[in-house]
């Protein structure tokens, strides 16, 4: 059997104003998630991540105050691990489990077993889409990384995230829409 691991580059990248594609994935928890279960919030925060890639480490903590800053203020978090576990292990649902209590997640954390970032267009963890409520569906308003500083929260100069989120509680279209995102490919057999 030949196995082709491949780093995914987007050919149906979302774009800023797009409508965003619905999902039903399963949780750590047992349950499943849709994007419909959101219909009563502003707007929901979709982080692609995992356990395995040091970038995706080095957000979980930020991850986990962007839910304690955003969730009451209507935009929550949901976080999607699109890697598959057959090429990376410690990706796999039972290590998101231990790895959701071991961080403290205060979000659900979804396994993408139906390679739902293909849709999005996520090539990396972690890849962020912040999706504001229209009433009839979520459209993207910011994609990419959720700050300029990967290495280090404490040197964080512009907060592309939380200024995007800002910016829609206040009405407006967020001044900057869309930047790189920084981390590690997603790992998926082709």
């Not at 925060?45 to 203020?73: M, W």
């Not at 009433?135 to 404490?154: H, L, P, R």
């Not at 939380?162 to 997603?186: D, F, R, Y």
């Amino acid at each position: 059997m030949l196995l082709f691991v491949v780093s995914f580059t987007a050919t149906a990248q979302l774009s800023v104003g797009d409508e965003a594609p619905d999902f039903k994935l399963k949780n750590i928890d047992g349950q499943w998630v849709s994007l419909s279960d959101y219909d009563d919030e502003k707007g929901v925060i979709v982080v692609f991540t995992c356990n395995h890639c040091p970038y995706a480490k080095l957000y979980e903590s930020r991850i986990v105050d962007l839910q304690k800053d955003f969730g009451p203020k209507g935009f929550p978090v949901v976080a999607i691990n699109p890697n598959d576990s057959t090429i990376v292990a410690e990706d796999s649902y039972s290590k998101m489990i231990s790895n959701a209590a071991e961080k403290g997640f205060n979000f659900p954390y979804l396994l993408d077993d139906v390679q739902l970032f293909k849709q999005y267009g996520a090539t990396r963890t972690p890849h962020v889409y912040l999706l504001k409520n229209q009433g009839d569906n979520f459209t993207v308003a910011y994609i990419g990384a959720i700050d300029d500083n990967s290495q280090d929260a404490n040197d964080v100069e512009e907060r592309y995230l939380a200024n995007a989120i800002q910016s829609l509680l206040k009405g407006k279209a967020p001044e900057i829409a869309e930047t790189k995102a920084v981390g590690c490919t997603i790992k998926f057999h082709k």
